[in-house]
């Protein structure tokens, strides 16, 4: 089946410096990913959906100058935490679709924690 | 606005033992209903779903009912395993096929032998 792989699984930065992590699909074409993040005992929040080759949308309050999305390749996309803060400690949790099926296949998340 | 609200666990219940994860919705014109789950160590799986008013989805022995009047879709199964231990979520998308989905904050479920 549809396998979505996130990397890192954890990270571990100072504050001020950047992050990035990445969501590959692994034996599908993704044409559309989307990124979520997730505080503990909370819901998953989408926070932006990418299309390959064009600018993400951002969800209402989402800072697309803090995250960045980038969707270069129909099987990549990457989530780059610009001067990360201890409040942007989270689990990001990244989703894709595509190859004409309706299915939703979900990465294993990465857990951010800033010092 | 539009949101899931499921039982908090944590739930712990012994093997063989009924289960019942109630979830209820606020949503804007007919959503379409998801329970996903997420095994330790791994990403999201869709678990069923039901598309609209009084359909009922199952898969391995889970079972859920999309029940318009009470905005509800309670995941049940009557009889757990081990096995099935992992945290569940509800979810719906209000776009039918669209894969735009607004999520409860999970349940964890633990079952012990």
């Known amino acids: 089946g549809a396998v979505v792989s996130q990397h890192p699984s954890w990270v571990i930065c100072k504050s001020g410096t950047s992050v990035k992590i990445e969501c590959r699909s692994l034996?599908?074409?993704?044409?559309?990913m989307f990124w979520y993040r997730q505080f503990p005992k909370q819901s998953l929040m989408l926070m932006a959906t990418?299309?390959?080759?064009?600018?993400?949308?951002?969800e209402q309050g989402v800072e697309k100058d803090k995250f960045l999305i980038n969707h270069a390749s129909l099987t990549l996309s990457t989530l780059t935490v610009t001067s990360a803060h201890p409040e942007d400690s989270s689990f990001y949790i990244c989703s894709a679709t595509g190859g004409g099926a309706n299915v939703l296949t979900f990465g294993a998340g990465s857990r951010l924690t800033v010092l | 606005g539009d949101s899931v609200t499921q039982m908090e666990g944590p739930v712990t219940l012994s093997e063989e033992a009924f289960l019942t994860i109630n979830c209820t919705y606020t949503?804007?014109?007919?959503?379409?209903l998801f329970w996903y789950v997420q095994y330790p160590g791994e990403g999201l799986q869709l678990l069923l779903k039901?598309?609209?008013?009084?359909d009922k989805g199952s898969n391995k022995g889970f079972e859920a009912t999309y029940r318009k009047e009470t905005t509800s879709f309670h995941l049940e199964k009557g009889s757990v395993q081990v096995s099935d231990s992992a945290v569940y979520f509800c979810a719906f998308s209000i776009i039918q096929g669209a894969q735009k989905l607004v999520f409860g904050q999970g349940t964890r479920l633990t079952i012990n032998p």
């Open positions: 990418s299309n390959e080759g064009s600018k993400a949308t951002y």
């Open positions: 034996d599908f074409q993704a044409t559309t």
């Open positions: 949503a804007t014109g007919y959503p379409s």
């Open positions: 039901a598309t609209k008013a009084d």
